[in-house]
């Protein structure tokens, strides 16, 4: 069975920080990349950054600034995160994290991904 489980969100204060966490399980093919988006109250869902599997993101370098990604490929359970730092209210949305199979890291467009988790509620406080 393939499971996708995000945690870590919560309230937080402007300035603060996060870290989102995405674990998957139960895929029976070796690679494929994690796609990270971001979707706000009242506006169309943002993909934020794909992650392949050799570590390689796209767009290339990114993200930049604020937030990271990383991996932990555990034996079974691989989980990716989502570092988020200085978070700002404009920040506030359902974080996402999607798998794309084939592990390229085609783009960000949501419809380039086969299977999401549920999605975890990030709130900024100014």
């Known amino acids: 069975e393939v499971r996708i489980v995000e945690s870590g969100g919560g309230l937080v204060q402007a300035g603060g920080s996060l870290k989102l966490s995405c674990a998957t399980s139960?895929?029976?093919?070796?690679?494929?990349?994690i796609g990270w988006f971001r979707q706000a109250a009242g506006k169309e869902r943002e993909g934020l950054v794909c992650?392949?599997?050799?570590?390689?993101?796209?767009?290339p370098n990114s993200p930049k600034g604020r937030f990271r990604v990383s991996a932990d490929n555990a034996t079974e359970t691989k989980t990716f995160y989502l570092d988020m730092n200085n978070l700002r209210p404009e920040d506030t949305a359902v974080y996402y994290c999607a798998v794309e199979v084939g592990g390229v890291c085609l783009g960000t467009y949501d419809y380039l991904y086969d299977y999401w988790g549920q999605g975890t509620q990030v709130t900024v406080s100014s």
């Open positions: 139960g895929f029976n093919f070796d690679d494929y990349a």
């Open positions: 992650f392949a599997h050799d570590g390689k993101t796209y767009p």
